[in-house]
């Protein structure tokens, strides 16, 4: 076992893992922040999707040990102080971007990091951003309208489909 | 996954050091290395990251006017500070899996790997790039040896990897959609001194150059030119994605996309 240390949501965190433990595992387990989901442990869906060090990563591709001495940011970092929705969390549910809900911890990561390095996103670049996520229950549609809402754009054009 | 120790050597001469001990294996992004070890089909009992060596990060431009990016530097960066030397390379690396996967993954970690559908080993064989290991520098035309196989040692790292920017140069891929990887992409380069053409996602025989197209290509630089070559679908890939004789006529599809997107 390794002492690991890093700052996750502003918060130190540490704790004891094998080499093997993933920092989805790390972060669910040893600290009990489970809204970081994990899908298809692959690497491909994308639910796990947090931030280190201000990038997107995917946590469940990614030694827990690799993130000793970062900065983590999950989906419990997210919305406001007061506990209300942040920006991007309100559109998704003004414009339907979730049903089961289960991906929706890893697209608003996704989402935040797309609209960090790219404030005013045009759709296609949206839809490109969110290739390593899925979604299996909207169609994609709505996620995609809830970012470019989130971001300032007048989505009243796009069909509600 | 097997358990294993990690190592996390600060400098290359550790890090070769590191894999010294017994079973041991480089780490990089993991992206492909975390998938593999969790399908049990490797059992390293130490991994050595080689994460947090800042030497072999970063790209910068050599005397030759090369673009050298260290073996440890992501596809994001890539993407990002290619864009002006060799835009077609950052445009590779820019579409390489999705935008998580790209914080992650590195290009040394790619190459040394071999993967018959990985990107970024089309690139390198066709601008006749330079593999720069621990130990000794490899052409590219040296360097690929099939499926999975390079020409590294048991324990050699790839620090950097120098490329000569073509005149012009384009990747063109032809997704697989479910795993983002190519299905087959070409990677055109065109040099003062003749045109090179490397093929990936296609053959047995991982990333090859088609040296039937760059003959033509090299005497008349049109999509026209390739249009009665072939390759021979019995020595490509053949899977639930696409049969070998599929394979073989993409090829040849998007050699002339690229060609056609330079023209």
């Not at chain 2, 998938?35 to 030497?55: C, D, F, W």
């Not at chain 2, 990060?57 to 090369?66: E, K, P, S």
């Amino acid at each position: 076992m390794t002492q690991v240390k890093m700052t996750v949501n502003g918060k130190s965190a540490s704790g004891d893992v094998e080499g093997r433990t993933l920092l989805a595992s790390f972060l669910r387990d040893n600290l009990k922040l489970t809204g970081t989901h994990i899908g298809c442990d692959t690497s491909q869906c994308g639910a796990c999707v947090v931030h280190v060090n201000g990038e997107a990563v995917k946590s469940c591709t990614m030694l827990a040990v690799e993130a000793d001495g970062a900065e983590v940011m999950t989906i419990e970092s997210v919305a406001n102080a007061d506990g209300s929705l942040n920006v991007i969390q309100q559109a998704f549910q003004d414009h339907h971007g979730l049903q089961c809900g289960f991906c929706t911890p890893g697209m608003v990561m996704s989402a935040s990091a797309l609209l960090k390095e790219n404030p005013k996103p045009t759709e296609a670049e949206v839809r490109h951003y969110l290739d390593g996520n899925i979604c299996r229950c909207t169609g994609y549609h709505n996620i995609v309208k809830a970012i470019l809402a989130a971001s300032g754009q007048d989505v009243s054009a796009l069909a509600a489909e | 996954m097997y358990d294993f120790d990690v190592e996390k050597p600060t400098s290359i001469a550790d890090a070769v050091k590191a894999l010294g001990r017994e079973e041991a294996q480089p780490l990089s992004g993991g992206q492909t290395l975390i998938p593999t070890l969790k399908a049990r089909l490797a059992m390293p009992s130490v991994l050595v990251s080689l994460k947090g060596i800042a030497e072999m990060r970063g790209v910068c431009l050599d005397d030759d006017g090369r673009v050298c990016i260290g073996g440890g530097t992501v596809h994001a960066t890539v993407a990002k500070e290619v864009a002006t030397h060799y835009p077609a390379l950052a445009g590779l690396a820019a579409r390489i899996g999705d935008p998580a996967v790209r914080n992650r993954g590195t290009i040394g970690g790619s190459v040394a790997n071999n993967d018959p559908s990985a990107c970024y080993p089309s690139a390198v064989l066709a601008s006749g790039a330079t593999v720069v290991t621990n130990a000794r520098e490899i052409a590219a035309d040296d360097f690929f040896q099939g499926m999975f196989a390079t020409a590294l040692d048991e324990g050699e790292i790839v620090t950097e990897v120098k490329f000569p920017v073509p005149e012009k140069a384009h990747y063109e891929k032809f997704i697989q959609p479910a795993s983002r990887f190519p299905l087959v992409a070409v990677f055109v380069a065109k040099f003062a001194d003749g045109v090179r053409v490397a093929v990936t996602g296609a053959s047995e025989d991982g990333v090859f150059r088609w040296t039937e197209a760059e003959t033509a290509l090299s005497a008349n630089f049109s999509a026209e030119a390739v249009s009665g070559l072939s390759v021979d679908g019995s020595s490509m890939i053949s899977d639930l994605h696409g049969s070998g004789d599929y394979r073989a006529h993409l090829v040849g599809v998007m050699t002339k996309r690229a060609v056609a997107a330079l023209a």
